[in-house]
């Protein structure tokens, strides 16, 4: 129910648009186990909606929404890696992430990850999936 009303905040629906109000809102359901809260947060800060734009701390969330198996995570992850923000760009794991979120239903990271392959030599789009497949083995415990 927080998540839901976060949203309400973070999107303006039914609600004036707050991003403050809806990071309180996250923060409380991510703590009670809301895998797309924590991603939510994570995109508050990748964006700099709230608070202050911060490339560290969205990773920090996209991190342990996508360490619950959470699809906006794993595409977080993705975005980070494909643009070298907040980490160093590696177009191999950008790949692999975008790849757990597609396995997941996530059509975003469709695009995402096809735009990462244009980039990428066979070996390494096979390393990525041999990675996503060792991720998902391990449940999300051994993902580098």
Known sequence: ?????????????????????????????????????????????AMGKGVTRDD???LKWFRLSAAQGNAHGEHGLGNKYASGTGVGKDIVRAYMWYSLAVAQ????????????????????????????AKCKASNYKDCG
Not at 1 to 27: C, F, S
């Open 56 to 58: 560290n701390e969205a």
């Open 105 to 132: 239903g996530n059509s975003t990271s469709v695009t995402s990850r096809d735009y990462s392959a244009a980039e990428m030599t066979v070996a390494q789009i096979a390393q990525a999936k041999a990675m996503a």
């Open 1 to 45: 129910m927080q998540y839901l009303l976060g949203r309400m905040y973070a999107l303006g629906r039914g609600v004036t648009q707050n991003y403050q109000e809806a990071l309180k809102l996250y923060r409380l359901a991510g703590a009670q186990g809301n895998r797309d809260a924590l991603s939510s947060i994570g995109n508050l800060y």
